[in-house]
């Protein structure tokens, strides 16, 4: 990771824990420069990021003012597994895994998940607490040529920390789709909802690795009332 990555993640810490509140600037480019021992571009190039990814706004002559932000608002865009917002975020949570089994893909798992017919996958099944309500429900079709073992120790803590720490698998990007659903069995089951809920929020994404092999389908199926999905965009103007 270079230098001004690992700044801009420290700052990105410190403002979504609200240590930089909405409408305070950050600490000058050289104030920032002397904390971190590092030059003014690598500052520059953090602050950029920070700015690109929505957390700031370069006011002229005044500095960098850290933008709005809302709590348990998970991103659209981007792969951010639930524990890293977990510790960026600060709240409380907790993980449950309901089911940890090997099985092969048919023909009806292959035309939702995108694996080919006869692979092997682990199926992973998990809720996910937050201020003691289970409001997320995940299931996993996980690639076993890519993760030969899991267990339940793994799957209840960062599987993505044990993919790229562990297995040293490079996980590049993913193709998600979002969609209001209606309640499922599986979803009365294992979450704790409201009594008048009758749909959820379902995002499904197909992981590939830096080889554009899929390895990972996930469902996460969210309670409608305590998440705001969003991206951020910022226009770049052509000249016509």
Request: include cysteine; charged fraction near 25%; hydrophobic fraction near 35%.
């Amino acid at each position: 990771m270079k230098v001004y990555e690992m700044i801009y993640q420290v700052l990105e810490n410190h403002i979504l824990k609200e240590e930089f509140a909405p409408g305070e600037y950050l600490p000058s480019e050289h104030q920032l420069s002397q904390q971190y021992n590092v030059s003014r571009d690598t500052v520059r190039k953090a602050l950029a990021r920070l700015m690109a990814n929505g957390y700031i706004q370069k006011i002229q002559g005044k500095g960098s003012i850290v933008l709005k932000r809302e709590q348990l608002r998970f991103p659209i865009s981007g792969l951010t597994s639930y524990k890293e917002l977990q510790n960026s975020y600060g709240y409380s949570g907790h993980t449950k895994v309901v089911l940890l089994a090997e099985d092969t893909i048919n023909e009806a798992t292959s035309l939702t998940t995108g694996f080919e017919i006869g692979e092997k996958v682990w199926i992973l099944l998990r809720t996910r607490e937050i201020d003691h309500q289970k409001v997320i429900l995940d299931k996993d079709y996980i690639a076993c040529r890519y993760v030969p073992n899991l267990d339940e120790s793994i799957a209840s803590d960062s599987i993505y920390k044990y993919f790229e720490q562990t297995l040293h698998l490079n996980i590049s990007f993913a193709e998600k789709e979002i969609r209001i659903d209606h309640l499922q069995e599986a979803d009365r089951l294992y979450l704790d909802l409201n009594h008048n809920d009758v749909n959820i929020v379902s995002i499904q994404s197909r992981v590939f690795l830096a080889n554009a092999q899929q390895f990972q389908y996930t469902e996460s199926r969210h309670r409608v009332d305590k998440f705001r999905f969003y991206d951020f965009a910022r226009r770049h103007p052509t000249t016509f």
